[in-house]
């Protein structure tokens, strides 16, 4: 079985730019959460997405969004990019909340320049 | 608030000595689970172990262990016999009563020298 899938793998972008990443969960999950990774950082939440609705946000700005689709599929939208914004994102899904273990992919690194 | 502290930013060991990573947390929930994750260099981060707040046993799972201590709010981890193929950044994370974020530590670097 597959785990969890993201795309892209890389992403270059320029300050100012908006960017969407796409994430795909382990078969049968039908939760997603969307993690900020600095370097040097432990992973910090973004988004948590629960049958297609968002069950937890985190300290972030209004420039990030997320959504689930019916497939449990999920995207991260951030607009207006930051020097700050260049992480790994990294997506996870568990079979249910709470209480699960999530499983990551691989993340979608994002320099912005 | 929730918090979790890996105080050992990086950690060399000779290949099969034993090693503990440390990880302190800080949490008001009575009901909360415990995990480590192992971050190869590829990025991907890798689950190793759930333990729940109502269960003190320590596990054993191979070469790992983990020591759980409610009466010190520590979740440490102990890797015996270290292989090269250990060397990688170790998160410890904390998953409060709402269920909903994990709260991870800054995560230690560990590598073995062959």
């Known amino acids: 079985d597959a785990g969890v899938t993201q795309s892209p793998t890389h992403l270059i972008k320029t300050r100012g730019q908006h960017v969407t990443l796409r994430c795909s969960p382990i078969?049968?999950?039908?939760?997603v959460s969307w993690y900020q990774q600095v370097l040097g950082q432990g992973p910090q939440f973004i988004f948590q997405?629960?049958?297609?609705?968002?069950?937890g946000r985190g300290n972030f700005p209004d420039r990030f969004s997320a959504r689930q689709f019916p497939n449990y599929s999920s995207e991260l939208n951030v607009n207006a990019l930051l020097l700050g914004d260049s992480a790994l994102y990294l997506c996870?899904?568990?079979?249910?909340?709470?209480?699960?273990?999530?499983?990551f992919g691989p993340g979608t690194r994002l320099t912005v320049l | 608030a929730q918090k979790v502290t890996q105080a050992q930013t990086e950690i060399s060991v000779v290949e099969k000595e034993d090693v503990t990573l440390d990880c302190v947390y800080e949490t008001r929930d009575t009901t909360y689970y415990l995990f480590w994750y192992k971050q190869p260099p590829s990025g991907e981060l890798v689950f190793l172990i759930r333990r729940n707040s109502f269960d003190e046993q320590n596990e054993i799972s191979g070469r790992y262990s983990w020591n759980f201590q409610k009466s010190t709010s520590s979740f440490n981890f102990t890797i015996t016999a270290s292989q090269v193929v250990d060397s990688a950044v170790y998160f410890c994370?904390?998953?409060?009563?709402?269920?909903?974020?994990?709260?991870f530590g800054t995560g230690t670097s560990l590598t073995v020298i062959p």
């Open positions: 994370a904390l998953l409060p009563n709402t269920g909903n974020q994990f709260y």
């Open positions: 996870a899904s568990s079979l249910r909340v709470p209480y699960n273990e999530q499983f």
């Open positions: 078969s049968g999950h039908k939760s």
């Open positions: 997405y629960y049958e297609k609705e968002e069950r």
